[in-house]
């Protein structure tokens, strides 16, 4: 017997019909790239992404076809959020911060149709365009007044000029909730870039999943800002859980630096902030010698990238910011895990809080994992016994995206027996609180026991002076590894290579201490803003032939 509830498949244009019918006055406010602040609603959000919806119509797109954005957190890109996906094509985020070769390479591996771009890309665009023939239309997201003469870039156009003049009164086509909606490349820190290729299904589920109280907690009253940008796994969902849950959205434009992001939370009284450690260090240094203070904001919520012990001390001791840590992939729509605690957990004395809360945390309803060994035998719930992390879920990927039409992809070609093999080594404890010790590839494995590099940061990052640190291994003719510890120390600062070595005395056992210290005048970030740990060991490889 069936069950006789409606049946609606999930669509992201609901998510935008419902802001506008339920919360239509609420405000986005966008930092633009020419740095003035911009703000409107909802619901003008709504009419203008159902102008968008006629202008993709124009191009004569089929179903499903790649609109491509290479923009900021901004208005224009949650238009096109709504505007492409909601018509049934596939809107493809690019991040701005990879190479026009690699640019050219997704463009191409898409078949993108209509490329929008921020002008500040200008540059970038034309050295790809001529390579690119799938597109046939490039907008440049700015007023027809800003639209540079003689670009040599072929049908460009200007967003407001493209979608200026349509009428609003579009209908959002409904279609099967499975129909792909959205897709991101991996940022190819782990290999070449993989097409992660989401549905409209998967977005509204994660949609939920997020915003319940022992996720991210998202409420009307809340003011949030995601730093983490849209071309990073959608913002890990906050654009869309803005328009169910209908909180203010601040969005920050290209200005990242911790001046600009600090300025940003205290005018919009932003209340919630997202995005991965390498912002937070930039936003808190920035504070640290002025005496800042936050008068608005009360949860960050960081992933990404593991929390180091001295960041959570600093929102949580110092500014009174609870600090949710997250844990997810591109892969994972992201959010896969979050350390928010259950009243037991809460009668724990604090240190033994702080220490749940900077592990990954537990598993969202909608996703489950397990811990492996090489033979794929679940490992115990102890805490202790470590492996590979596996996912399951409606918003977990089951296979690349192979491009273009994607006609032939197997399903399943992302899984072994069901599960998604993550790439990451995790322990889980008791009460299901995973903790990521290291991402396989980066373990350091030293006389056959395994050293996580993550472990090794934590520990060097305690010290003041220490602006960021990343832990690599290399080569020795006995261990097989060692551990050696690569330190940016802060502009102005003294610190020796004993005053890093005296930090891991007591704190990891003997053999897990760095070899050596290395000091560079820069660590080496990828496009989302993670430390390029093969970099580093190339710089090594140089080390190794110097120490011997
Ligand atoms: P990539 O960096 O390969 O492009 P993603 O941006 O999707 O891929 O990053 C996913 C990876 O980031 C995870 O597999 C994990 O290694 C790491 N990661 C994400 N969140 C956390 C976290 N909270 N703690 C530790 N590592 C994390």
Redesign the pocket.
């Known amino acids: 017997m069936r069950g006789l509830m409606q049946s609606q498949p999930l669509l992201i244009s609901d998510l935008l019909t419902f802001a506008e019918r339920f919360h239509g006055q609420v405000e986005i406010v966008s930092r633009r790239v020419e740095g003035d602040i911009h703000r409107y609603t909802f619901r003008d959000a709504a009419r203008r992404a159902r102008q968008v919806a006629y202008a993709i119509d124009a191009e004569a797109l089929e179903f499903s076809d790649r609109v491509a954005t290479l923009a900021w957190n901004g208005y224009r890109h949650v238009e096109l959020y709504f505007g492409v996906s909601g018509s049934g094509r596939v809107l493809h985020t690019i991040n701005p911060r990879l190479t026009p070769e690699q640019v050219r390479w997704m463009v191409r591996h898409a078949q993108d149709r209509v490329f929008c771009f921020e002008l500040s890309f200008l540059p970038l665009v034309k050295a790809i365009c001529a390579q690119c023939p799938s597109v046939e239309r490039w907008v440049a997201l700015c007023g027809q007044d800003k639209l540079p003469a003689n670009t040599g870039i072929p049908n460009l156009v200007s967003y407001e000029a493209w979608i200026g003049g349509r009428s609003d009164a579009y209908t959002w086509p409904r279609f099967e909730e499975d129909t792909a909606s959205s897709l991101c490349y ?5 290999g070449d870039p993989k097409g992660v290729l989401y549905s409209h299904r998967s977005t509204v589920l994660h949609s939920f999943a997020v915003s319940m109280p022992d996720a991210l907690c998202l409420s009307a009253r809340d003011v949030v800002l995601p730093v983490v940008p849209m071309f ?2 959608n913002a890990w969902g906050l654009i869309y859980a803005a328009a169910a849950v209908g909180f203010k959205l601040v969005l920050p434009g290209p200005s990242l630096d911790g001046a600009s992001v600090y300025e940003l939370i205290e005018q919009e009284k932003v209340t919630m902030a997202a995005g991965v450690p390498t912002v937070w260090q930039m936003l808190l240094g920035h504070m640290q010698g002025r005496e800042l203070r936050f008068s608005t904001l009360r949860r960050t919520v ?6 180091p012990p001295a960041m959570y001390a600093e929102f949580a001791d110092r500014h009174g910011v609870e600090v949710i ?7 994972t729509s ?1 959010v896969g895990t979050v350390a928010t605690l259950n009243a037991a957990q809460m009668r724990l004395d604090p240190q033994e809080q702080r220490r749940l809360r900077l592990k ?1 945390g537990h598993a969202l309803f909608g996703v489950d994992m397990r811990i492996v060994d090489e033979l794929g035998q679940e490992l115990s719930w102890d805490g202790k016994a470590f492996g590979d992390l596996q996912v399951r879920g409606p918003w977990i990927i089951s296979a690349y995206y192979s491009g273009g039409t994607c006609e032939y992809t197997d399903p399943h070609a992302a899984l072994q027996d069901g599960w998604f093999a ?3 080594v995790a322990t889980i404890d008791a009460d299901g609180f995973m903790q ?1 010790t290291d ?1 396989s590839k980066d373990v350091i494995k030293s006389g056959g026991e395994w050293i996580s590099s ?1 472990e090794i940061e934590n520990v060097a990052m305690l010290h003041p002076a220490v602006a960021m640190a990343a832990c690599i291994g290399i080569k020795h003719p006995k261990w097989d590894e060692r551990p050696v510890i690569v330190v940016m120390r802060k502009p102005d600062m003294e610190l020796s290579r004993d005053d890093i070595l005296a930090l891991f005395e007591g704190r990891v056992a003997k053999w897990q201490i760095p070899d050596d210290v290395l000091f560079v005048e820069e660590i080496p970030l ?1 496009a ?1 803003g ?1 430390v390029q740990k093969n970099k580093l060991r190339a710089l090594c490889r140089d080390y190794v032939t110097w120490a011997a």
Request: aromatic content about 4%; overall charge neutral; cysteine-free.
């Open positions: 991996t940022s190819g820190t782990s990073h796994v960081i992933g990404g990238a593991a929390v840590h997250a844990w997810g992939m591109t892969e992201p990954q993550t790439g990451d990521i991402r993550v990828g989302t993670k």
